[in-house]
């Protein structure tokens, strides 16, 4: 995990135990710093975007645990995450979503000029692809180093790593659905050469253009998981751990 001899800043080094996850207490501005600072350093990090499905899974998956754990950088992307977190006396903490933080960081690199080297790797056939020209255009300072589809099979492992190393990025985005992309970014983590990787789910299909944004409104009314589940509704299955996780977080006393 970030500690406070990593980056000087005890805020990032605080963390709260969500079901038995452990999840920093961080700002979306200080979560951003870290990141940059990363991309600057070649301090190589792992971030995960921890939502209440990831975390429901986790309690059955030890492995998915684990990979969870190991992560260098756990920020709350979900609104039941950070409910959790204030229920347990975390002042303050709002929601850090994937999208925006990669979103976020990427802006930042285009008002300073600077180039970020960007390999995506996840989706269906095309998406990738279609997300990188878009992104391309969208911030012009990005290189888009690689993209590949994640319906590959485990003995295609070495081939993709091998591809992700060659365009040696800076970010490396994994959108394969939970768990495979936690698990994947952790048991090849000591082999991949990125200096910055995230989980972002469905985030490859938003920068594709396969699905919209929820507007900002609702965004911050911490309904965009409600926008999604419209466009998609086979994502309703996916929203019987939220009942769940709410009566868990209330019945369990945790340290």
Request: charged share 25%.
């Amino acid at each position: 995990m970030v500690g406070q001899g990593d980056y000087g800043n005890s805020e990032v080094d605080a963390r709260v135990s969500v079901l038995g996850i452990p999840v920093h207490v961080v700002s979306p501005g200080k979560a951003l710093e870290v990141l940059g600072r990363a991309v600057e350093t070649g301090r190589k990090m792992r971030i995960v975007t921890l939502n209440p499905e990831m975390v429901m899974r986790a309690q059955t998956d030890q492995r998915l645990a684990q990979a969870i754990c190991r992560g260098h950088l756990c920020v709350p992307d979900g609104v039941g995450v950070v409910w959790a977190m204030r229920r347990k006396g975390v002042k303050g903490q709002a929601r850090i979503g994937g999208v925006d933080l990669i979103e976020d960081l990427l802006n930042q690199h285009a008002e300073h000029k600077q180039e970020l080297k960007l390999f995506l790797l996840g989706g269906r056939s095309g998406v990738a692809q279609e997300a990188g020209e878009r992104m391309k255009r969208r911030w012009p300072s990005v290189e888009i180093v690689g993209s590949r589809h994640g319906y590959f099979t485990a003995e295609e492992d070495e081939e993709v790593i091998e591809q992700v190393n060659s365009g040696a990025p800076d970010l490396l985005l994994v959108g394969m659905g939970l768990p495979r992309q936690e698990l994947w970014l952790t048991e090849h983590w000591e082999r991949l050469h990125v200096k910055l990787a995230v989980g972002i789910g469905g985030g490859l299909d938003l920068w594709a253009g396969r699905t919209k944004r929820a507007p900002r409104l609702v965004r911050s009314l911490g309904l965009e998981w409600l926008f999604r589940t419209l466009q998609e509704p086979q994502r309703f299955s996916r929203l019987k751990v939220l009942p769940k996780f709410v009566l868990e977080a209330c019945l369990r006393s945790e340290k």
